[in-house]
């Protein structure tokens, strides 16, 4: 089983950055696939990165391509998301998870989630 733990959320402007942190508990994390999703006010929850289970390969949604980098750093048991050049329309509520068979975009996917972080981006 896996615990998550997310942080580094907080108010940013426009145009500024983050870099929110997901902690995970358990001896097999170097075996999940993880992801980050977010969620607005009133909207669904979205996919937003994914990363596998050795980091060798990615995938991102298009509306934060080039502009967010996930990454993992196994003997620390965190995932990354790195966001830059952050917009109005980032404010959401994100969320990691880790899913055992992939990093794909489908919540479904994932067995287990953290609680999320707020991320506030101001206009």
């Known amino acids: 089983q896996v615990q998550l733990v997310e942080s580094g959320g907080g108010l940013v402007q426009a145009g500024g950055s983050l870099r929110v942190s997901c902690a995970a508990s358990g001896r097999t994390f170097s075996s999940y696939g993880m992801g980050w999703f977010r969620q607005a006010p009133g909207k669904e929850r979205e996919f937003v990165a994914g990363?596998?289970?050795?980091?060798?390969?990615?995938r991102y949604a298009d509306s934060v391509k080039g502009r967010f980098t996930i990454s993992r750093d196994d003997a620390k048991k965190t995932v990354y998301l790195q966001m830059n050049s952050l917009k109005p329309e980032d404010t959401a509520v994100y969320y990691c998870a880790a899913s055992r068979t992939g990093y794909g975009s489908s919540f479904g996917g994932y067995a287990y989630w953290g609680q999320g972080t707020q991320v506030t981006v101001s206009s």
């Open positions: 990363i596998n289970w050795n980091g060798g390969s990615t």
